[in-house]
């Protein structure tokens, strides 16, 4: 189970240490926390190597669920086998939840007041902003799939027309297009 | 807002078959949670939709959080029980349990042409999803010059710089309170 983290040498020597890791990299993500997990785990700690955590993210991308998730599971399994992938997954849930739940309840009593609505409205735009800005910056992954650009972004165009101006509900669009997609890919995947 | 139990555990299953589609991240799944909480079922508004994503946004933490905040603003604790246990135990056993399995699988032609193949939806999820949350300030004249002006403020700062995001959702907090948004 506890299968060595290899090149970089180094591993987390308890499940406290484990734990305390990833609840101080999810404290400091403001926008997003893969930046930060990057920083620490490699630069600061170094758990793991450059090439190890652009694997770990790779195959976290591919699991459904969200990415840091997956990454903070992985991570605390090859560690500590099962209990350390929750370990990881607690500490980096347990205390942004608290903070972001007093938020929520403080927004509550004070949503009566221009100025917080405003803030948090320009703060849901920025928001938008770098959601999209996400999306087109990974959208040069593209080139480099099989299936050719042109076809990429249709299938992308595809799915935006279907979730964001008819929204269909999601597993239609994954099941219809998703499965067309894999077949192509699989088509042209040809050994 | 009262919930029965029947709503709840109707939030609980759809958001348990989303974590399963959720690839590429639980944000990608938004329009589909906008489509089922503020379309279909009326238990939050448009603009409580946004602003708790954008809670979400302005704390600290994975941005996954925001499905706490949207359970918790639709039935307090119990939602949130409902649509983060939801979220993560699918996930969550099938990462374990395929990462495990084929963790030197990952050339085979299957499992590339499963990731080629989503890559592109994966994408296409992505842009619905800022446009999703765009769209409510873009349809209100009050709000759709400066919302608009924030966006392209963020899109051009995270493509041309490397501004910390943590500065943009400051910059929109700021503008938001001066009443430009």
């Known amino acids: 189970m506890t299968a060595p983290l290899g090149g970089a040498g180094a591993a987390p020597a308890s499940l406290r240490e484990l734990f305390l890791a990833f609840n101080r990299l999810a404290l400091q993500g403001f926008g997003g926390v893969l930046p930060v997990a990057q920083r620490e ?20 991308q591919v699991m459904p669920g969200p990415n840091v998730v997956n990454l903070a599971l992985i991570f605390g399994d090859r560690a500590f086998g099962t209990r350390g992938a929750l370990v990881a997954l607690c500490g980096m849930l347990l205390a942004p939840l608290a903070v972001v739940l007093a938020l929520t309840v403080l927004y509550v009593q004070f949503d009566r007041y221009p100025a917080v609505t405003g803030a ?42 279907g979730t964001a101006w008819l929204r269909l509900p999601l597993v239609w669009v994954i099941a219809g297009l998703g499965s067309i997609a894999i077949a192509i890919a699989w088509n042209r995947l040809k050994p | 807002m009262n919930h029965d139990a029947g709503d709840l555990f109707g939030l609980f299953l759809h958001f348990l078959v989303l974590s399963l589609l959720a690839v590429g991240g639980a944000i990608t799944t938004v329009p589909d949670m906008h489509r089922y909480i503020v379309v279909e079922h009326h238990w939050l508004t448009d603009a409580q939709f946004t602003a708790s994503i954008a ?45 495990r399995w084929g963790a030197q699988r990952r050339e085979t032609r299957g499992v590339r042409a499963f990731t080629s193949g989503l890559t592109p939806l994966t994408l296409g999820l992505l842009l619905s999803t800022g446009w999703v949350l765009a769209e409510p300030y873009l349809r209100n004249p009050a709000h759709r010059w400066g919302a608009l002006a924030l966006i392209a403020v963020s899109i051009v700062a995270m493509l041309r710089t490397r501004l910390s995001p943590m500065w943009l959702v400051a910059l929109g907090s700021a503008a938001g309170a001066l009443g430009w948004v």
């Open chain 1, 41 to 60: 785990l490699v630069e600061r700690h170094r758990w793991l190597t450059k090439d190890e955590f652009v694997e770990m993210l790779a195959i976290s």
């Open chain 1, 120 to 161: 948090l409205r320009g703060m849901g735009a920025v928001a938008a902003g770098l959601i999209l800005s996400t999306g087109l910056k990974l959208l040069v992954t593209l080139r480099r799939n099989v299936m050719g650009l042109p076809l990429c972004l249709g299938l992308a165009g595809l799915t935006v027309l």
């Open chain 2, 55 to 99: 809670l979400a946004q302005a704390a600290p933490g994975p941005n996954l959080l925001f499905v706490a905040v949207l359970g918790w603003n639709i039935a307090g604790a119990l939602g949130m029980l409902a649509t983060m246990t939801g979220i993560l135990v699918p996930s969550t056993v099938l990462s374990l349990w395929v990462t």
